[in-house]
C-alpha cells in the first residue's frame, strides 16, 4: 500500500489559506509575513524527489495548473502522475494529470502498484475527508508563526485519531516542521 501524505503552510491558528497567493485578505503570508530561511524549506524539495504521485482537489489544481508547469523547480512534479479529486473537471490539461470521482477511487489508488508516496498539496478540503475516511498516514506540516483568525483550516473538528511525532525542527524564522505519522 502507498503512503498518503497530506502537506501543508499552516498557520499557529490552523489556518491553511492562500500561503502563497489566492483569495484571503493576506494571501501570501508564508513569504510577506515571515523572514525566508532555505533550510526551512528542506521538506520541500525531499517530498518532490520522493513522491510517485500529487493528489490534489479541483481548488488546487485551478490555481496549480496554470502556474506550475512554468516553474523550473517543479519539474518533478510535472512529470509525476498527477490525480485531481473532482466531480466536475472533464479534461485536464496540466500533462499526467488523471480526474478521481470519489474517495473511494483514492482507496483504490492508495491500493494499487507505484512506487513512492501520494502527496496531498494545499486542498484543504480534500485532506479534510482524506482524513475523515482514514486514509491519511503522515503530516508534514510547516508552522508559521503567523495568526489569520480566519480561513480555510486544515482540520475541522471531525477528524479522529491520534498522531505520533516522528520528525522535528524549529528555524531561525519561527517556522516549525512537524512531521506527524497518523496511528491507524
Given at each position: 500500500?502507498?503512503?498518503?501524505?497530506?502537506?501543508?503552510f499552516?498557520?499557529?491558528?490552523g489556518v491553511?489559506?492562500?500561503?502563497?497567493?489566492?483569495?484571503?485578505?493576506?494571501a501570501?503570508?508564508?513569504f510577506?509575513e515571515?523572514?525566508?530561511?532555505?533550510?526551512?524549506?528542506?521538506?520541500?524539495?525531499?517530498?518532490?524527489t520522493?513522491?510517485?504521485?500529487?493528489?490534489?482537489?479541483?481548488?488546487?489544481?485551478?490555481?496549480?495548473?496554470?502556474?506550475w508547469?512554468?516553474?523550473?523547480?517543479?519539474?518533478e512534479?510535472?512529470?509525476?502522475?498527477k490525480y485531481?479529486?473532482?466531480?466536475?473537471?472533464?479534461?485536464?490539461?496540466?500533462?499526467?494529470t488523471?480526474?478521481?470521482?470519489?474517495?473511494?477511487?483514492?482507496?483504490?489508488?492508495?491500493?494499487?502498484?507505484?512506487?513512492?508516496?501520494?502527496?496531498?498539496h494545499?486542498?484543504?478540503?480534500?485532506?479534510?475527508?482524506?482524513?475523515?475516511?482514514?486514509?491519511?498516514?503522515?503530516?508534514?506540516?510547516?508552522?508559521?508563526?503567523?495568526?489569520?483568525?480566519?480561513?480555510?483550516?486544515?482540520?475541522?473538528?471531525?477528524?479522529q485519531?491520534?498522531?505520533?511525532?516522528?520528525?522535528?525542527?524549529?528555524?531561525?524564522?519561527?517556522?516549525?516542521?512537524?512531521?506527524?505519522?497518523?496511528?491507524?
Amino acid at each position: 500500500m502507498r503512503t498518503l501524505i497530506v502537506t501543508e503552510f499552516i498557520t499557529l491558528d490552523g489556518v491553511v489559506d492562500s500561503p502563497g497567493g489566492g483569495d484571503h485578505p493576506r494571501a501570501g503570508w508564508t513569504f510577506k509575513e515571515v523572514p525566508f530561511v532555505e533550510e526551512a524549506y528542506e521538506i520541500k524539495g525531499r517530498e518532490q524527489t520522493e513522491a510517485g504521485a500529487m493528489l490534489i482537489g479541483r481548488v488546487s489544481y485551478d490555481e496549480f495548473a496554470p502556474v506550475w508547469p512554468k516553474m523550473e523547480e517543479f519539474a518533478e512534479y510535472n512529470a509525476m502522475p498527477k490525480y485531481v479529486v473532482s466531480s466536475t473537471l472533464t479534461d485536464p490539461e496540466w500533462n499526467n494529470t488523471t480526474v478521481l470521482r470519489s474517495l473511494d477511487e483514492v482507496a483504490e489508488l492508495k491500493q494499487a502498484d507505484g512506487e513512492g508516496t501520494i502527496l496531498v498539496h494545499g486542498s484543504p478540503t480534500l485532506a479534510q475527508g482524506l482524513a475523515e475516511a482514514g486514509l491519511v498516514d503522515r503530516y508534514h506540516l510547516l508552522v508559521f508563526p503567523v495568526v489569520l483568525g480566519d480561513g480555510k483550516r486544515l482540520f475541522n473538528g471531525r477528524e479522529q485519531g491520534t498522531l505520533k511525532l516522528v520528525e522535528h525542527e524549529a528555524y531561525s524564522n519561527g517556522v516549525v516542521k512537524n512531521v506527524f505519522d497518523v496511528e491507524h
